[in-house]
């Protein structure tokens, strides 16, 4: 059974940077693709990027290429969000989501589990 815990939130000024970690306790994280998503106030929840299980190949959102980077650390059971040249509007919920060696995707639904989240806020 896949357990997700989010952590690394906070709170940040424009252009700082924040480091979100996804761990799984259980013992087949490797073979989960991962996604990060996140969800404003008043917003419906938006895919932000995504990992595969096999390849690492990832996948972000145009909006965010180039400031954010998804990685994973298989050893530690981890997947991490580093988002720098932070702006509000990126103000919301993160939460990681798993699909068990599911291909990368945007799609909300293809995701079978899901973290509580953690609260970013960037004041300008």
């Known amino acids: 059974q896949v357990q997700l815990m989010e952590s690394g939130g906070g709170l940040v000024q424009a252009g700082g940077s924040l480091r979100l970690s996804c761990v799984d306790s259980?013992?087949?994280?490797?073979?989960?693709?991962v996604g990060w998503f996140r969800q404003a106030p008043g917003k419906e929840r938006e895919f932000v990027a995504a990992?595969?299980?096999?390849?690492?190949?990832?996948s972000y959102v145009d909006s965010m290429k180039g400031r954010f980077t998804i990685s994973r650390d298989n050893a530690k059971n981890t997947v991490y969000l580093q988002m720098n040249s932070l702006k509000p509007e990126d103000t919301a919920v993160y939460s990681c989501?798993?699909?068990?060696?599911?291909?990368?995707?945007?799609?909300?639904?293809?995701?079978?589990?899901w973290g509580q989240g953690t609260q970013v806020t960037v004041s300008s």
């Open positions: 989501a798993a699909v068990y060696m599911g291909r990368v995707t945007p799609m909300i639904q293809s995701y079978d589990y």
């Open positions: 259980g013992p087949a994280f490797s073979l989960y693709t």
């Open positions: 990992i595969d299980w096999r390849d690492g190949q990832t």
